[in-house]
């Protein structure tokens, strides 16, 4: 009798140190699994985030939903460029200041720096077009960063100036770094006709 309740509680005792070992296991492997993914994630991410760049100077706000849709499309990283002495908020203020800049060649200093500029590969610039021309602080932006080495992608805003107005100014400030200029792209609000754009690139971080 006590050989047979002997082996009972043997039996009993090796199946529940199978069950603990189970469940060790399968902790273990979930474990793994879930490191590898963090660890896989965060790679692509690094490697498609550190490729490129979307600098952009918006106003009443319909550029900066165009980088801001960019940088969902792409992944890249985003910066705004602001004026060190701002801009007014109304539209007759900054549209009068940006008039007399760009009459009197005037480029307005920029507030504030880029962080690891000559990481970025491909930079998106973006802009409204003022007077079929892009206002001045992009001049600025050119004159403060060399875009040597880098590949420029413009993109804009209007409500009827095509991006051809504004290339020959893009080209000819790149021209002094011998940058490679692509050709650009005017946002309209068209969220499908911006992917296509940006998908017709052909860059690496956009596949």
Avoid at 11 to 35: E, K, P, T, Y
Avoid at 86 to 111: F, L, M, Q, W
Wanted: proline share 4%; aromatic share 12%.
């Amino acid at each position: 009798m006590n050989k047979l309740k002997n082996l009972i509680l043997f039996l009993f005792a090796s199946f529940g140190m199978i069950l603990v070992l189970s469940a060790c296991s399968n902790q273990n492997s979930s474990s793994n699994n879930d490191n590898y993914s963090s660890r896989s994630t965060s790679t692509t991410r690094t490697k498609k985030d550190g490729a490129s760049l979307i600098v952009y100077f918006s106003m009443s706000g319909t550029t900066e939903e165009a980088a801001k849709q960019i940088q969902k499309d792409t992944g890249a990283k985003i910066f705004r460029i602001t004026a060190k002495r701002a801009y007014s908020n109304d539209y007759d203020g900054y549209a009068k200041r940006g008039d007399y800049e760009r009459r009197h060649n005037v480029h307005p200093a920029i507030k504030n720096r880029i962080p690891d500029w000559e990481k970025y590969k491909t930079v998106y610039v973006g802009f409204p077009t003022w007077w079929q021309h892009p206002p001045m602080i992009i001049h600025t932006l050119f004159d403060d960063y060399s875009f040597k080495g880098k590949t420029i992608v413009p993109f804009t805003t209007s409500m009827s100036t095509p991006m051809s107005s504004s290339m020959p100014y893009i080209r000819r400030m790149a021209s002094k770094d011998r940058a490679r200029v692509l050709n650009g792209f005017r946002y309209t609000g068209n969220k499908t006709a911006l992917a296509n754009w940006i998908k017709g690139l052909k860059l690496t971080d956009n596949k």
